[in-house]
């Protein structure tokens, strides 16, 4: 079943610590995205991808990176984590720009 | 700069009729885009619009209005299941969603 997935579900660590965020997709989508949402908030872009060796920053790019090595594959890491980092980060991805985007389940991030 | 509207909270009764509204300012226009996202739970696809008039799909319909920067979903024979927030998207002229940041709705039986 094609789907799109993030681990971890939910992360505590502390100041300082480095991260990364998990997210692959089975879809076979050329495009994909992180967005941190806060609650009752809207989303923002972190970084997006068009494919394989393709990264761009969003408008929140929040100190972190992003790779695409591989089509399925979009880790985000956070190289020393912050409380203001504190969120929920959702990757998604989709077929093409104008088509709807299809959300993994979340990482929910607290720093202390 | 580039701005999406909508109420922050409406309240219906189940069974009922609801129409939430969406208003937007952004730089181009290549779509409009609805969402739902349950608490807790990742947004997931409702509607996609880029021409004006009325799209229906089962008990959800959405209607776009380029010239007034204005859209709204409808929901029919609301069920307690619809409880959540409805997230209004706009695709700018760089193929970008700007997301609003949604219209909780709350399904009173």
């Known amino acids: 079943e094609a789907d799109i997935y993030q681990t971890p579900r939910y992360l505590v660590i502390g100041t300082g610590k480095k991260i990364t965020l998990e997210c692959s997709q089975t879809m076979g989508h050329d495009k994909m995205y992180w967005y941190q949402q806060d609650p009752g908030m809207e989303l923002h872009l972190i970084h997006y991808s068009y494919g394989v060796n393709s990264t761009e920053k969003g408008d929140l790019s929040s100190e972190s990176t992003v790779s695409r090595i591989r089509t399925e594959h979009f880790p985000l890491t956070l190289e020393s984590a912050r409380p203001s980092h504190t969120s929920q980060y959702l990757c998604?991805?989709?077929?093409?720009?104008?088509?709807?985007?299809?959300f993994g389940p979340g990482t929910r991030l607290t720093v202390l | 700069g580039q701005n999406i509207d909508q109420p922050t909270e409406m309240t219906a009764t189940e069974g009922a009729i609801v129409q939430i509204n969406c208003t937007y300012q952004t730089s181009g226009f290549n779509g409009l885009f609805w969402y739902q996202q349950h608490a807790g739970e990742a947004p997931t696809f409702l509607s996609y619009?880029?021409l004006d008039g009325l799209e229906e799909k089962g008990r959800f319909s959405s209607f776009l209005s380029r010239s007034k920067g204005y859209s709204y979903l409808l929901l029919k024979e609301l069920q307690m299941k619809d409880s959540a927030s409805y997230l209004c998207?706009?695709?700018?002229?760089?193929?970008?969603?700007?997301w609003g940041a949604g219209t909780k709705l709350i399904i009173k039986p």
């Open positions: 998604a991805s989709s077929e093409r720009e104008h088509n709807e985007q299809f």
């Open positions: 998207a706009v695709m700018d002229s760089n193929y970008q969603l700007i």
């Open positions: 619009n880029v």
